[in-house]
Nanobody, 121 residues
Framework: QVQLVESGGGLVQPGGSRRLSCAAS????????MRWYRQAPGKQRELVAA???????NYADSVKGRFTISRDDAKNTVYLQMNSLKPEDTAVYYC???????????????WGQGTQVTVSS
């Protein structure tokens, strides 16, 4: 069984910073691409940032230059450093990862439970 657990959400003022973490645990052989999504009230879930096992990254245009995704493979953890936060960044942030449980299996997608980030004065 594999679990993804996010942490780091909370209330932050506009212009502030926050770092989200997502730790994968359980029966894990390898982790391929790891991603952060977000979903604001009344809106569809959108991809915020992704990082491959080789370290390549991509970002949504709305967060480029403000957010940084990184990973620590020794800890099976992905991070999202969020700077210069805006009220429109308010959302539930979800972690997603493509994980192989056993070496002969194909990778499957797993989701965390989400963590709320609220940007407000």
């Amino acid at each position: 069984q594999v679990q993804l657990v996010e942490s780091g959400g909370g209330l932050v003022q506009p212009g502030g910073s926050r770092r989200l973490s997502c730790a994968a645990s359980g029966s894990i052989f390898s982790i391929n691409t790891m991603r952060w999504y977000r979903q604001a009230p009344g809106k569809q879930r959108e991809l915020v940032a992704a990082i491959t096992s080789g370290g390549s990254t991509n970002y949504a245009d709305s967060v480029k230059g403000r957010f940084t995704i990184s990973r620590d493979d020794a800890k099976n953890t992905v991070y999202l450093q969020m700077n210069s936060l805006k009220p429109e960044d308010t959302a539930v942030y979800y972690c997603n990862a493509d994980i192989k449980r056993l070496y002969w299996e194909n990778a499957s997608g797993y989701w965390g439970q989400g963590t709320q980030v609220t940007v407000s004065s």
